[in-house]
């Protein structure tokens, strides 16, 4: 029986994270930010851990949260992996809080919801995937601070002595 060869892309080329693991990571981010929303209603409606099952899905939920949160930052950047799971918990908080709880949205809620997506979508927008050089410079700088060594005390893999 003979398979059909592996189709790779340039997405999936060693050095670079995958396609298919960034819109895992985001799918992920996405479920852990609807799982923040839904720990922050049920944690409104289990009454101090009184109430069973609001109790048991505010568990649930919460940690399901952080523990979907985690996966997905494996592959994405903390900054902004964190901001719109936070963001996201915020806003779909506020919004079925007014739709299961009758609670009041405002103009000012409305104008700093919308500065919280402005603020995600900006991050989103300005994160790029590869990073500066003045980055790379610092990490090194703060390795030699730190005890790592420097090119000039690197020993060359071919023969051993100190690059120059």
Not at 38 to 44: G, T
Not at 74 to 91: C, E, N, P, Q, R
Request: glycine share 14%; net charge negative; charged share 15%.
């Amino acid at each position: 029986m003979t398979t059909a060869p592996q189709q790779t892309t340039a997405e999936d080329s060693p050095g670079s994270p995958p396609g298919g693991a960034t819109r895992k990571a985001w799918t992920l981010l996405f479920v852990a930010a609807a799982f923040e929303v839904v720990f922050a209603l049920s944690s409104a409606a289990n009454e101090g851990f009184t109430v069973l099952v609001p109790s048991i899905v505010t568990v649930v939920t919460g940690g399901g949260g952080v523990y979907l949160l985690s996966l997905a930052l494996k592959t994405l950047d903390v900054g902004i992996g964190y901001t719109v799971w936070t963001g996201i918990g915020a806003v779909g908080s506020v919004v079925f809080g007014a739709v299961l709880y009758g609670e009041h949205i405002t103009v000012g809620k409305v104008v700093c919801l919308l500065a919280i997506i402005g603020g995600v979508l900006g991050l989103h927008m300005t994160t790029g995937s590869e990073p500066a050089e003045s980055d790379a410079t610092e990490s090194d700088a703060a390795e030699n601070r730190a005890g790592g060594n420097s090119a000039a005390e690197t020993p060359s893999q071919e023969t051993g002595e100190p690059q120059k």
